[in-house]
């Protein structure tokens, strides 16, 4: 099972690029990799998914380099309503016996 | 709206009770995933069940178990409830189609908070 590792805490200032990287040394050959966004007291909500190389969405890019060890979710011109709790998730979504673990996440703060 | 509904929103019990947390999932969501958030545990995954069978085991306590229904709908039971087991529950649905390397969004309800008391 993938364990991940991301930073506690991280701030920053409205209208900045934020980068948010999550370690996953043993991720697993078939594992996909994943970003919640969570808001207090609201269910985590998907953000974006990838494999391999770079994804890009309307709010996010999530960058994967080649050896998967690590992804990095981009915000780009973050705002104070992008303040919330980010979550690097990694596991298979096949829907097998396989489970999905949330790590600890990431509290962001954008600053005025 | 994500689509995925739990009742209640709130429940307020006593030690050593014990409750039942509902979910609906999206339609046609077959996977169903309950979760556990406390302040001092994170988000911890308990139990995802899949077209009515149990699919993947987490952190779940014996004394929890949950079902999933011919109707996808699911319960979480809870019993002989500790101060430790105040926290929000969340109940998460996806497609899960089984097939290897698609997407596989989950789509999380409002919660349940459970309070011990």
């Known amino acids: 099972l993938a364990k991940t590792t991301q930073p506690i805490s991280m701030d920053s200032y409205e209208g900045q690029e934020v980068n948010i990287t999550c370690s996953h040394n043993?991720?697993?050959?078939?594992?996909?990799i994943t970003w919640y966004q969570q808001f207090p007291s609201q269910g985590p909500r998907f953000i974006i998914q990838g494999y391999k190389t770079k994804v890009t969405n309307e709010v996010a890019s999530l960058f994967i380099p080649a050896d998967r060890k690590s992804s990095t979710l981009s915000l780009p011109r973050v705002s104070l309503s992008d303040t919330a709790v980010y979550y690097c998730?990694?596991?298979?979504?096949?829907?097998?016996?396989?489970?999905?673990?949330f790590g600890s996440g990431t509290q962001l703060t954008v600053l005025p | 709206d994500s689509g995925v509904t739990q009742t209640p929103k709130h429940l307020i019990t006593a030690t050593g009770q014990r409750v039942t947390l509902r979910c609906s999932p999206r339609s046609g969501d077959l996977s169903v995933y309950w979760y556990q958030q406390s302040l001092d545990q994170g988000l911890q995954f308990l139990i995802q069940?899949?077209?009515?069978?149990?699919?993947a085991k987490g952190n779940i306590l014996e004394r929890f178990s949950a079902q999933q229904f011919p109707d996808l709908h699911s319960e979480l039971n809870l019993s002989s409830l500790e101060l430790g087991d105040s926290a929000l529950y969340f109940c998460?649905?996806?497609?899960?189609?089984?097939?290897?390397?698609?997407?596989?969004?989950?789509?999380f309800g409002p919660g349940t908070r459970l309070t011990v008391l």
């Open positions: 069940y899949y077209n009515g069978e149990e699919r």
């Open positions: 998460a649905s996806s497609v899960a189609t089984g097939l290897a390397g698609g997407r596989n969004e989950q789509f």
């Open positions: 043993n991720i697993a050959t078939n594992d996909y």
């Open positions: 998730l990694v596991g298979t979504p096949s829907g097998s016996a396989r489970q999905l673990t």
